[in-house]
């Protein structure tokens, strides 16, 4: 009788959501960042044609105009993709908890923070897109946006969280002692492309990198969904 009433409060005050929760953060991991393939592949093949959209705000606008159903199409995924990396990048924190907790801690902060400033610059795109339909001479106040030095925080955040803590969690996953080590190699592989591309090697060295991140992503994933949930929620 005293054990009945004992688990009885253990049965009510039992987490019900521990599945749901490691389900759809596993799936979101791979899926955040291949919306955010997605829309680098859509970014490289528009500015394989006619150049990208670093330069002046006249340029960009020019850029807009140019492609603008690609660059909402774009936007759109970059959101989303944005969305979908908190529960995705908390899921990996969990898997990674394990073995390298402060270091996956400091990844996932600062891939979070990233990318909800990411979320915010890609907001943006919308005006410009307004602009290079109804204003295209509009190029000024562009530069002046990105001029702006209550911007550069958040643009800086964004660089950080999407280079260092994309380079942080891989580095996490290859110290890791129950993950393969190359599927950390392959996550890092984002902040070299990137580098590489911003260095002047081209967007398609960055689509590679996300296409190997992606790759690394989805063993995290198949981790997460091989926990029973009751490791799951024992890991906080």
Do not use: K
């Amino acid at each position: 009788m005293t054990d009945t009433l004992t688990a009885e409060p253990a049965l009510w005050t039992a987490d019900r959501t521990v599945a749901f929760r490691r389900i759809s953060g596993a799936v979101a991991l791979p899926l955040a960042f291949a919306f955010q393939l997605a829309c680098n592949t859509l970014y490289a093949v528009a500015a394989t044609r006619t150049g990208g959209d670093e330069g002046t705000g006249e340029e960009s606008l020019r850029f807009f105009a140019a492609h603008a159903d690609t660059m909402l199409a774009a936007t759109l995924f970059a959101l989303v993709g944005c969305l979908l990396a908190v529960p995705g990048v908390l899921a990996a924190l969990r898997v990674l908890r394990v073995g390298r907790p402060a270091l996956a801690l400091s990844a996932a902060v600062l891939m979070i923070a990233g990318y909800v400033a990411y979320f915010g610059i890609n907001m943006t795109n919308f005006y410009s897109l307004a602009l290079a339909e109804l204003a295209p001479d509009a190029g000024a106040a562009v530069d002046a946006v990105t001029a702006n030095p209550a911007a550069l925080p958040f643009f800086l955040l964004f660089v950080i969280g999407n280079l260092l803590g994309t380079l942080l969690l891989g580095l996490a996953v290859v110290m890791s002692p129950t993950l393969p080590w190359w599927s950390g190699v392959l996550i890092m592989c984002w902040t070299i492309g990137h580098v590489v591309n911003i260095l002047g090697g081209g967007e398609w060295f960055a689509v590679a990198g996300g296409a190997l991140e992606v790759a690394g992503l989805c063993v995290l994933t198949a981790s997460a969904l091989r926990t029973p949930d009751a490791v799951w929620a024992a890991r906080g």
